[in-house]
């Protein structure tokens, strides 16, 4: 029993949103934009079991929505098509679907682990192959649906020593495209956002370690290790991750459809 104070009318009122990889960092960001226009949400994810429903509470608490937890693996198929089923038999179905769920893994190709590749393109790429295929045929019957793939900069550049992460990030982008022209008569878009450097905890997390390894202060790890490639020299927020994916989800991006939109501080136009 939820103790919901604050009912919120919104752009996304009465829709459902799931969203993977949602217990952190632009994942969950992402959760609270949509709830905070009015959408019951799904998160999803791993993490202390008592953090992520300290999210979820707060979800309810904050915005007056119903929100609920998918404990579903990436990394499987038959629990993928689960959570999306039981999402939509608790809600009718799934109005926005964003597949945020990553990871990562850095080495040269030759010792790059065969467990880690195999990991990072099954939760990158096939995760997102997986969550499509079982929430388009109610998308499909209704007529109307958003489909939003969090992808990376990744997805348009290489960097090196991260061949499963840039090959697994450059079939995102391929995948939404051909998802978009196939429903592209039915009213469901398909786009992606290509961010580059995110601040997020997990980001912030590195620095004390990057600083103590090279000799250098935090506003130099800063700019000249994280932030090299991006002309701006400024993180992505996950606000701005989050704001593009409510336009993307709203009417007025009804005409954007099979593109991955980059937001990297001008990473990729160089």
Do not use: C
């Not at 915005?63 to 998918?70: K, L, M, N, Q, T």
């Not at 992606?192 to 601040?199: D, N, R």
């Not at 980001?203 to 000249?224: F, G, L, S």
């Amino acid at each position: 029993m939820t103790t919901n104070t604050k009912p919120h009318q919104g752009a996304h009122q009465g829709q459902t949103a799931f969203i993977t990889g949602s217990t952190s960092g632009i994942g969950l960001g992402v959760a609270r934009a949509f709830a905070s226009q009015g959408a019951n949400v799904v998160i999803n994810g791993l993490g202390d079991a008592n953090e992520i429903e300290q999210a979820r509470l707060s979800i309810e608490q904050d915005f007056g929505v119903r929100a609920i937890y998918s404990a579903a693996n990436m990394l499987d198929p038959e629990a993928i098509k689960h959570s999306i089923q039981v999402t939509e038999d608790e809600f009718g179905m799934i109005d926005i679907l964003v597949n945020n769920a990553g990871i990562q893994h850095v080495a040269p190709i030759e010792k790059f682990p065969i467990n880690q590749w195999d990991a990072i393109i099954a939760i990158n790429l096939s995760s997102n192959f997986h969550t499509i295929r079982a929430a388009l045929p109610k998308m499909k019957q209704k007529g109307k649906g958003r489909i939003i793939n969090i992808s990376s900069a990744h997805s348009l550049v290489a960097s090196p020593y991260k061949s499963a992460y840039v090959a697994a990030k450059h079939g995102v982008a391929g995948l939404t495209k051909t998802v978009a022209l196939e429903v592209a008569e039915q009213g469901i878009t398909v786009n992606a956002i290509a961010p580059g450097y995110v601040w997020t905890p997990l980001v912030e997390r590195q620095i004390p370690d990057t600083m103590k390894a090279r000799n250098m202060t935090e506003e130099e790890v800063k700019r000249d290790v994280l932030l090299l490639a991006q002309p701006t020299k400024e993180f992505v927020t996950i606000e701005q991750v989050a704001d593009l994916a409510l336009y993307l989800a709203s009417d007025s991006a009804a005409s954007i459809t099979g593109t991955t939109i980059s937001m990297d501080g001008g990473w990729t136009a160089k």
